[in-house]
T-cell receptor, first 110, second 112 residues
Framework: TQLLEQSPQFLSIQEGENLTVYCNSSSVFSSLQWYRQEPGEGPVLLVT?????EVKKLKRLTFQFGDARKDSSLHITAAQPGDTGLYLCAGEGGSYIPTFGRGTSLIVHP | DVKVTQSSRYLVKRTGEKVFLECVQD?????MFWYRQDPGLGLRLIYFSYDVKMKEKGDIPEGYSVSREKKERFSLILESASTNQTSMYLC???????????FGPGTRLTVL
């Protein structure tokens, strides 16, 4: 089973701060996805990255896929309380089975 | 609007009971998945199915079984519920390998 390590596990910040969440593996993934999960709900896809070195932007969120396709990062600029949630990365290595990281729990205080 | 629905949001069962969790998707997806989610452990795959009547074990299949008689429906069965199966259960579906997974809202199961 391929493993994905996410860091940090918890983040508690003030509104307006910037933050970065990391997703690392020793395995190569053909694609990597980031999901956000709000309390009491299932995860919802934010983005999929497929090319090494790829950078995608979604408003205040910037996603990067490492050149070697083993790692990824999510950067949030000027965090808002609405960004609060559990952020999960998931890698796909060619099988039917996606691998999920354990998640980063983010709380943004107003 | 695409949707994955789960039969219950909250469920309380007693040790030894047989428990059925139902999941239905309306997107004609080939793949369906059952995960359990526990604090600090993330999402762990129990079983998945890539076609009707086909199933494959995930990382933690012990104590669970599944059924997929129709493309849109994937059921998770706890043959004899135990307290260590208290968890959040999430169903998901996807069009194919590497495609976005669509998740249901989850069933929070408590086994007393």
């Amino acid at each position: 089973t391929q493993l994905l390590e996410q860091s940090p596990q918890f983040l508690s910040i003030q509104e307006g701060e910037n933050l970065t969440v990391y997703c690392n593996s020793s395995s190569v993934f053909s694609s990597l996805q980031w999901y956000r999960q709000e309390p009491g709900e299932g995860p919802v896809l934010l983005v999929t990255v497929v090319t090494g070195g790829e950078v995608k932007k979604l408003k205040r969120l910037t996603f990067q896929f490492g050149d070697a396709r083993k790692d990824s990062s999510l950067h949030i600029t000027a965090a808002q309380p609405g960004d609060t949630g559990l952020y999960l990365c998931a890698g796909e290595g060619g099988s039917y089975i996606p691998t999920f990281g354990r998640g980063t729990s983010l709380i943004v205080h107003p | 609007d695409v949707k994955v629905t789960q039969s219950s949001r909250y469920l309380v069962k007693r040790t030894g009971e047989k428990v059925f969790l139902e999941c239905v998707q309306d997107m004609d997806h080939e793949n369906m998945f059952w995960y359990r989610q526990d604090p600090g452990l993330g999402l762990r795959l129990i079983y998945f199915s890539y076609d009707v009547k086909m199933k494959e074990k995930g990382d933690i299949p012990e104590g669970y079984s599944v059924s997929r008689e129709k493309k849109e429906r994937f059921s998770l069965i706890l043959e004899s519920a135990s307290t260590n199966q208290t968890s959040m259960y999430l169903c998901a579906s996807s069009l194919g390998v590497g495609w976005e997974q669509f998740f249901g809202p989850g069933t929070r199961l408590t086994v007393l």
